[in-house]
């Protein structure tokens, strides 16, 4: 009797084990999905201009990643998640302003599609949308590799009624932000891809 109550506690043991310290789906990106958060770097300015002269300066202010392999839960108890999503984000601010306005969300929902993106900028953001390339062309150099974000795949989220609110935005997967533009027409562009 004590060795099939022991067997018994053991396998209920096991049990819980499996349901609260181990995850039951992992996705994981791969090193071409992850260069979208590993181009840049926390502290990188981009510099930009607009076409009457007017410059302006970002800043990368965080960059978080998401993509373990590990398949125990240490935070089941605080999150009670039993998936992990693979992911990660960049958060960056203009250099006048504290506050991060701006950020490129990527995720990993399933294993055997592509990632997935989302983002936004001073108060215009989009939903998780999946990956579709642009090419754009800025100061004579094209690019190919571009998440466009414009007001058909995005909306303006902030409360406060704004003069000249974004109009769109272009994120590309070597270079980060490359050009963004407002409601008045006025385009800013990336003078310099370092």
């Given amino acids: 009797m004590k060795r099939l109550l022991y067997w018994v506690s053991l396998i209920l043991f096991l049990l819980f084990f499996f349901h609260s310290c181990v995850y039951h789906y992992i ?6 999905e992850l260069t979208w958060l590993t181009n840049r770097h ?3 300015y981009m510099y930009f201009q607009s076409e009457n002269g007017t410059k302006d300066t970002i800043i990368i202010c965080q960059i978080e990643i998401s993509n373990s392999l ?10 009670s998640n039993t998936e992990y999503i693979a992911g990660g984000c960049i958060h960056y601010r203009f250099n006048r302003t504290t506050a991060c306005e701006g950020t490129l969300y990527v995720q990993k929902s399933y294993n055997n599609k592509p990632v997935s993106f989302s983002g936004g900028l001073l108060g215009r953001w989009s939903r998780l949308t999946p990956l579709k390339l642009t090419t754009l062309e800025i100061n004579n150099v094209t690019f190919n590799d571009i998440l466009f974000f414009d007001e058909k795949d995005t909306e ?18 070597k270079y980060g932000l490359v050009q963004y ?3 008045d027409g006025t385009v800013f562009s990336r003078v310099s891809k370092e």
Avoid: C, L, R
Wanted: glycine content about 2%; aromatic content about 16%; proline content about 5%.
């Fill in 27 to 32: 996705t994981h990106m791969d090193d071409d």
């Fill in 42 to 44: 926390e502290g990188e």
């Fill in 181 to 183: 533009s407002f409601k």
């Fill in 156 to 173: 303006q989220i902030t409360s406060i009624d704004q003069v000249n609110p974004i109009k769109s935005f272009a994120w590309s997967k």
């Fill in 70 to 79: 590990n398949p125990f839960n240490m935070t089941y108890f605080n999150t």
